[in-house]
């Protein structure tokens, strides 16, 4: 089986060098023998039960999506249905105060007056009579204890001298309250009184008036708006009785199914409104959003179901032709050759003024693509992203959730201003995606600080600390170590530091540092390679901790590393950093 090539990555500013492994093993350890037949792998034949399988879990899923999706439908229409009804009620209010204000301005009038009949007739007469914008059928003004009126307009006041609706009840009513409504739906016609004095606590003049209500309270009274698309029962009162039924849009009484209700103030009592939409107060596709789904469903169940089985069938023929697993080990090799280029940037897009390199040691050969990522790239004009990363595993599932990762945080990085919520979005996706899958990142914001300065705002998913080596030698753990990504809640935080001229910021993964006792580079001997040569050339200074990594383990190494380093220059530069693919000379790890 040929070996795959090495290559490198160099540019202004950044260099990468990485080395994809060779297939030969895996490529051996897939083959099937030339000999094998059908009767050699049952497993095969168990596999058939797959599409039974697919069909119920597919179903299940859907079903559980459609039931999901039903549920918030009612929610939603419930909620807005109690907002369309606290809309309709507070219409109502509006209603009754305009209801309520020339009964008092009347009262006021009539003592500045002494009840003159003529001011009475000018303040209210506007108010009185049949039609639009006429409240009141009939209107009297009382003076305070008589139940003979001063003087009436409109329709005659009839009210008896005692009882609920009488004249003396209302006369205690005023005084206690600013505005009174008396019952009179009992009556050979379906009335409403209301009353309103000068003065609850010295009253001297009372005006009363009357409406005369449609004798079918049932007859449909709508406009547009606040009842559009809403069915309405009105009570006075709090209990839905048929005695106290103000109007309705609907015969069928009390309103049943879905439905709200809204208590509103109506003088010294209450009026109760309970409205029910008509059809659906959301869009017609939320409306039907469940069922579609349900039926999709099915449909993509049974489809990936007859399309699994169909595979299955095809995989069991492919064991009878094993001669043909050769040009099936080299497509799988192009595939995982590029699939190991995909998950390296193309470009690393730098601040002005910092110089970049960048390294990638795959593992051993028993490993042929490995979890380890970095990038650097513009997140707007003012800010830049980097990040180094470590997805637990290796082969195509690494790169996979590597892919994921990556995407997620460039993503995620340009709608964003914290590097806990760039975390927290890789968090998510892994846990959603395979509950058993983590991994550790390094995430942070680069801004400008002044002409030649930077300052970075990171946050670490339980990934080593990022050393920073300033001007004057001194090095410097940044932020603290948190939890990881993609298993349970994350404990997160951020730290800040500022990169002035000279200094230089080292990120890597544990490939570099965890290994057994004799091969290991502990963070304190990393620590004190950079107090010492930290003053190279980035790009040496990265060749001079890919040296010392490979003089304690001259054999390769059990994990992957990824090696990013920043270090500001004195002088501004250009912001492109362009990292092109280019041949390069073959490197071990």
């Known amino acids: ?11 202004r500013g950044s260099t990468l060098v990485y080395r994809l492994e060779p297939l030969g093993r895996i490529a051996h350890e897939l083959r099937l023998p030339r000999n094998a037949t059908m009767s050699s792998v049952p497993a095969v034949r168990r596999r058939r039960r797959l599409p039974v399988v697919i069909l ?10 459609a039931a999901g999706c039903r549920v918030l439908y009612n929610q939603t229409e419930d909620r807005l249905l109690t907002q369309r009804t606290a809309e309709a009620a507070a219409a109502l209010q509006l209603s009754i105060n305009q209801i309520k204000s020339p009964l008092d301005a009347a009262a006021k009038l009539a003592v500045a007056t002494d009840g003159d009949p003529t001011a009475f007739a000018g303040s209210i007469g506007s108010a009185v009579g049949e039609g639009p914008g006429k409240s009141f059928t009939s209107a009297a003004l009382f003076r305070a204890g008589s139940t003979t009126p001063v003087t009436q307009i409109g329709e005659p006041i009839v009210l008896p001298a005692d009882g609920a609706p009488s004249a003396t009840t209302m006369f205690e009513r005023v005084a206690a309250e600013p505005f009174v ?19 609850t606590a010295n009253p001297q003049f009372v005006v009363y008036a009357e409406r005369i209500l449609s004798a079918d309270p049932n007859v449909r009274q ?16 709090t209990e839905q009785s048929t005695e106290g039924l103000l109007g309705a849009s609907v015969e069928d009484l009390p309103i049943t199914g879905r439905q709200a209700q809204k208590t509103v103030a109506f003088g010294d009592g209450e009026m109760l409104l309970v409205m029910t939409p008509i059809g659906h107060l959301s869009s017609d596709l939320f409306a039907h959003l469940w069922w579609m789904v349900a039926a999709l469903g099915a449909l993509a169940s049974v489809a990936f179901a007859a399309l699994t089985r169909r595979l299955l069938q095809q995989r069991d023929m492919a064991v009878d032709f094993a001669a ?30 910092v110089h970049v390199a960048a390294r990638y040691w795959p593992a051993g050969s028993a490993n ?37 990762a990556r995407h997620t945080l460039r993503a995620t990085a340009r709608q964003s201003t914290s590097p806990i919520d760039v975390l927290l979005s890789v968090h998510e996706a892994l846990r959603n995606h395979r ?53 349970v809640e994350p404990s997160l935080s951020t730290a800040t530091v500022d990169l002035h001229p000279g200094d230089t910021m080292v990120f890597y993964t544990d490939g570099l540092t965890d290994a057994p006792a004799e091969q290991a580079i502990t963070v304190e001997e990393l620590a004190l390679l950079l107090e010492s040569i930290g003053d190279q050339p ?15 383990r001259p054999f390769g190494s059990g994990d992957d590393t990824a090696l990013l380093i920043l270090r500001v220059g004195d002088q501004p530069q250009s912001q492109d950093v362009g990292m092109p693919v280019s041949s390069g000379q073959a490197v071990t790890p």
Not at 324 to 353: C, F, K, M, V, W
Not at 447 to 468: D, I, N, T
């Open 1 to 11: 089986m040929p070996r795959a090539t090495f290559a490198s990555w160099s540019g």
């Open 56 to 65: 119920i879990v597919g179903l299940m899923v859907f079903f559980a999506l």
């Open 181 to 199: 409504v008396l019952d009179l739906l009992g009556g050979a016609t379906r009335r409403l009184g209301y009353a309103a004095a000068n003065d």
């Open 222 to 237: 709508r406009t547009d708006e606040p009842f559009a698309q809403l069915d309405y029962a009105i009570y006075l009162g």
């Open 324 to 353: 043909d697993n050769e040009r099936l080990y080299d497509d799988q090799r192009h595939i995982a050759e590029t699939l190991q280029l995909s998950l390296l940037p193309e470009h690393l897009g730098a601040p002005a003024g």
């Open 368 to 404: 042929l693509i490995g979890g380890d990522f970095y990038d650097l790239f513009s997140v707007d004009d003012q800010r830049w992203a980097v990040v180094v990363g470590d997805v637990c595993g290796k082969g195509i599932e690494a790169a996979a959730l590597t892919g994921l």
């Open 435 to 487: 509950p058993s899958t983590f991994c550790t990142a390094c995430f942070g914001f680069i801004s400008p600080l002044g002409a030649v300065s930077y300052r970075v705002e990171l946050s670490l998913g339980g990934h080593p600390q990022p050393m920073l080596r300033h001007g004057d030698g001194r090095v410097q753990f940044v932020g603290s170590v948190g939890t990881l990504l993609g298993m």
């Open 538 to 552: 980035i790009e040496q200074l990265a060749d001079s901790i890919r040296a010392v990594k490979r003089h304690r």
